[in-house]
């Protein structure tokens, strides 16, 4: 789509207070400010974010709560669409670690260093490799006295300048050779659920999620691992689909996920 000059200044402007939000996301500190914002102190004299103050807290970092959990989420997988309560829920279900329905200070930063679908998306970007590219590396063969970054300490902001327009340039490159191939694909996906991605061979089209669900990854589909790690194990083996199934082991005695767990560990 063709964009005129006022729409090409707005984007610019966007794109200009996103990745300000994205400095001010990566610094420690900042975050941290933001949580001291909208903490409370708890009954037992902690400081946390409660449920209401999560969702201003992660806007004022540029967040949302939905991209936040699109790597762990499975509210979307049935047929009702969530809710904004769904989703919270969904977050808290993760990375509510004490299980207190507020987040910590460490809660909160594990929230926010969580992968949105653009940074999971970028991720998949050689931009790394692009970068060492664009940095002015002595000729092939070329005897180097000491580090090999001690160059790249004396470059010059002209340099860097340089640099960073070189980079833009590869980055151009590769994001419109990627949007290309995003945009066939969603194409394609579209054709299929209208009944038209069979060829005039016959040939049929199989689809087991969507581009979407491809870059959300293994994760939304089965969940994000629980980092309390005993309570995890315990509902695997005594409140899970399983729990009740009798084995033998090579000791030859009977047994359950549920006795094994009570006897070894309760």
Not at 166 to 182: D, K, P, S
Not at 215 to 239: K, N, Q, V
Request: aromatic share 6%; hydrophobic share 40%.
């Amino acid at each position: 789509k063709n964009m005129d000059s006022s729409d090409a200044r707005a984007l610019s402007e966007h794109i200009s207070a996103q990745i300000l939000t994205g400095f001010q996301r990566r610094d420690a500190k900042y975050t941290e400010q933001v949580f001291q914002a909208h903490q409370i102190i708890s009954k037992e004299g902690r400081a946390v974010i409660e449920r209401s103050q999560i969702a201003p807290a992660l806007k004022a970092l540029g967040r949302d709560v939905s991209t936040c959990i699109s790597s762990i989420s499975n509210v979307n997988r049935g047929q009702r669409a969530a809710t904004p309560a769904d989703v919270l829920d969904e977050l808290l279900l993760y990375m509510d670690i004490d299980g207190d329905g507020c987040l910590s200070i460490d809660e909160f930063r594990r929230v926010v260093e969580l992968p949105s679908p653009f940074e999971q998306f970028a991720q998949t970007l050689p931009l790394a490799s692009l970068l060492a590219d664009a940095l002015p590396a002595p000729p092939p063969g070329t005897a180097i006295d000491g580090d090999f970054l001690r160059p790249v300490s004396a470059l010059s902001e002209v340099a860097v300048e340089v640099i960073a327009e070189g980079f833009a340039v590869g980055l151009r490159r590769i994001l419109g050779v990627r949007v290309a191939a995003l945009r066939a694909a969603f194409e394609a996906a579209d054709r299929a659920k209208q009944g038209g991605a069979s060829s005039d061979r016959g040939t049929n089209c199989t689809s087991f999620g969507s581009i979407s669900d491809f870059h959300r990854g293994i994760t939304s589909r089965i969940g994000a691992p629980r980092l309390d790690f005993e309570a995890a194990m315990e509902a695997e083996h005594c409140t899970g689909a399983g729990s009740d199934l009798t084995f033998t082991p090579p000791g030859g005695v009977e047994t359950t996920p549920r006795g094994e767990w009570r006897l070894v560990v309760a």
